[in-house]
C-alpha cells in the first residue's frame, strides 16, 4: 500500500462526504498521538497507523446518510466498505470500516457478523485501535478542539493522558469515562485524565483515584 497515495485518497472522501472536516481531522490526531504513546503496548506499526488515521478521517462520513435511524456509525462503516477504492485493499478497507463501526454505541462482539469474520489478529487491530478511536472521539466531545493535545504515560496499571486544555473540558472527560471502555479492555488498562499533572475533578462525581505510578 502506497501510504501517501491511501492518505490522498481517505482525505478526498473526506472531503466529498464530511461536514465538520476540522473535528475528524482533530480525532484523527488525538488518535494517532495515543497510538504513538502506546506503541510499545499494542506493538503495532505504519500499516495499522494508516489505518487508524483513515478511520478517524472518516469516522462521522455517515450522518448525513443515516436514513435507516440504525446510527450513523454502521452508514459510516457501510460507505467505507461500499467506496471504490483504488489506492487501499479490500482487508484493509474492512479494517477502516469497523474501526468507524465500533466508535461509538456497541463495543465488537462475536455477535456481529463482520467482527466474527475477521481473523484473530484483525480482530485485534479492531479492538485495540477501535479503542483509540473512541476515545480519541470522546475528547472532542463539543467538536470544539479544547483538548488541543495529549501525552501518554504508562504506569504499571494504568494510562495517565496528559491533556492540554485550552478551555472547560467537563463534556469531554464525562465522555470519556464512558468512552474509554474499549480501550481499557483491549490494554488491560485504567486510563486516567490529567490536566496539568492533576486528576480532572467533575461537578458531583468522585475524583479519579490515582493509580500506582
Known amino acids: 500500500m502506497n501510504e501517501a497515495a491511501a492518505r490522498a485518497e481517505v482525505l478526498a472522501l473526506m472531503r466529498q462526504l464530511e461536514t465538520r472536516p476540522i473535528h475528524v481531522q482533530h480525532v484523527a490526531g488525538l488518535a494517532l498521538q495515543l ?9 503495532f506499526g505504519p500499516r495499522e497507523r494508516l489505518l487508524l488515521e483513515a478511520a478517524g478521517c472518516l469516522h462521522d462520513i455517515g450522518h448525513q446518510y443515516d436514513y435507516t435511524g440504525l446510527g450513523h456509525h454502521k452508514e459510516s462503516a457501510r460507505l467505507i466498505r461500499e467506496h ?3 489506492e ?8 477502516i470500516a469497523q474501526m468507524a463501526r465500533y466508535h461509538r454505541k456497541a463495543m465488537p462482539s462475536f455477535k456481529h457478523d463482520e467482527f466474527r469474520a475477521l481473523p484473530e489478529p484483525d480482530r485485534r487491530i479492531v479492538q485495540c485501535l477501535g479503542g483509540l478511536l473512541r476515545l480519541a472521539d470522546s475528547l472532542d466531545r463539543t467538536h470544539e478542539q479544547v483538548i488541543a493535545r495529549l501525552a501518554v504515560e504508562l504506569r504499571p496499571n494504568a494510562v495517565a493522558l496528559h491533556l492540554d486544555a485550552t478551555g472547560p473540558i467537563v463534556r469531554e472527560i464525562m465522555a470519556a469515562r464512558q468512552k474509554a471502555d474499549l480501550a481499557a479492555l483491549a490494554f488491560q488498562r485504567d486510563f486516567l485524565f490529567l490536566v496539568e499533572g492533576k486528576p480532572v475533578i467533575l461537578p458531583g462525581l468522585p475524583e479519579e ?4 505510578p
Do not use: M, R, V, Y
Open 88 to 95: 487501499i485493499g479490500s482487508a484493509e478497507a474492512e479494517l
Open 84 to 86: 471504490p477504492w483504488q
Open 35 to 43: 497510538f504513538d504513546g502506546l506503541a510499545s503496548l499494542h506493538g
Open 209 to 212: 483515584p490515582e493509580a500506582t
